[in-house]
């Protein structure tokens, strides 16, 4: 796999059109919530900064997506990947490329990260 990305476009091209698509609707999700998003490539994978602070991150692998929301993001919403049957750890989440992506969710824990760093600033 290659590991020099410059772009998310870039990234998300190496996997598989299902799998893009979600990617896809993943990175909406968080546009969706805040106009001064901006994109970059962080750690080899699709990053987001808000306030030039790096807000969430996500990956692609074989039978999941990952989702970055940092450590309190993971804490915050642990009841609703226990529910929802999600393998999580201190820092991600994995969504499985089989099932349909939770956007909701997505989009709530893009908006805590943004208060997370509103809180900050």
Known sequence: MKTAFK?????????????????DQMRAAIHSEETDITEYIGYQMPAFKYKDKPLIYFAGYKKHIGFYPGAEGIKN??????????????????????????LEL??????FRILEIEKKS
């Open 7 to 23: 772009t998310i476009d870039e990234y998300i091209l190496l996997f598989p059109e299902e799998v893009q698509e979600k990617m």
């Open 106 to 111: 997505i989009k709530k824990m893009v908006r």
């Open 77 to 102: 919403f642990e009841k609703d990947f226990i529910a929802a049957c999600y393998k999580f750890s201190k820092g991600a989440v994995q969504f499985p490329v089989t099932e349909k992506l939770p």
